[in-house]
T-cell receptor
Framework: DGGITQSPKYLFRKEGQNVTLSCEQN?????MYWYRQDPGQGLRLIYY???????QKGDIAEGYSVSREKKESFPLTVTSAQKNPTAFYLC?????????FGPGTRLTVL | DQQVKQNSPSLSVQEGRISILNCDYT??????FLWYKKYPAEGPTFLIS???IKDKNEDGRFTVFLNKSAKHLSLHIVPSQPGDSAVYFC???WGTGANNLFFGTGTRLTVIP
């Protein structure tokens, strides 16, 4: 089955710890994205990558880092510098301006 | 600054009736618009889109209308079904690449059986 997988679905971390969220796609899409969703807000772009080994900051990149070493994978690291890391994180890939989303990871920082 | 706005956080509709979800935008550069549907604890799924050269696009029970002069679009669902109950996000973008895609805050639709 083609699609985007994110793991884990729920993640708990202690304050001050870095945590990496996984995103894998087998759709052969060049472009991949990370969004954050908070209650009452639209999806906000954290980072995106149009091609392997290249990525760009989105609107709210502070406190996050990414890598794109393989076409299929675009992991997001939430660092201790992110002031409000508790949120629902969505990974997406796109073709022809249409985005396909993964199931999301809900991160809770205690 | 929210460039895409969905002013109704929730909407309840009786099964079989029409659901109308509204979306307003401020950026005149937007040239394509999309609607996504999201169930709890899942990622959004693409529903329907429209480019700025059209004013209507239809796909089965779903129709999107675009009024460029008013910077307004709407999604009509007819007839509404209980399985349509979800959060609907409007999104707008320009150019190529979804890095220029902006999302509204979502409208929670509840279809009452």
């Amino acid at each position: 089955d083609g699609g985007i997988t994110q793991s884990p679905k729920y993640l708990f971390r202690k304050e001050g710890q870095n945590v990496t969220l996984s995103c894998e796609q087998n759709l052969n899409h060049d472009a991949m994205y990370w969004y954050r969703q908070d209650p009452g807000q639209g999806l906000r772009l954290i980072y995106y990558s149009q091609i392997v080994n290249d990525f760009q900051k989105g609107d709210i990149a502070e406190g996050y880092s990414v890598s794109r070493e393989k076409k299929e994978s675009f992991p997001l690291t939430v660092t201790s510098a992110q002031k409000n890391p508790t949120a629902f994180y969505l990974c997406a890939s796109s073709v022809n301006n249409e985005q396909f989303f993964g199931p999301g990871t809900r991160l809770t920082v205690l | 600054d929210q460039q895409v706005k969905q002013n109704s956080p929730s909407l309840s509709v009786q099964e079989g009736r029409i659901s109308i979800l509204n979306c307003d935008y401020t950026n005149s550069m937007f040239d394509y618009f999309l609607w996504y549907k999201k169930y709890p604890a899942e990622g959004p799924t693409f529903l329907i889109s429209i480019s700025s050269i059209k004013d209507k696009n239809e796909d089965g029970r779903f129709t999107v209308f675009l009024n460029k002069s008013a910077k307004h679009l709407s999604l009509h669902i007819v007839p509404s079904q209980p399985g349509d109950s979800a959060v609907y996000f409007c999104a707008a973008g320009w150019g190529t690449g979804a890095n220029n895609l902006f999302f509204g805050t979502g409208t929670r639709l509840t279809v009452i059986p």
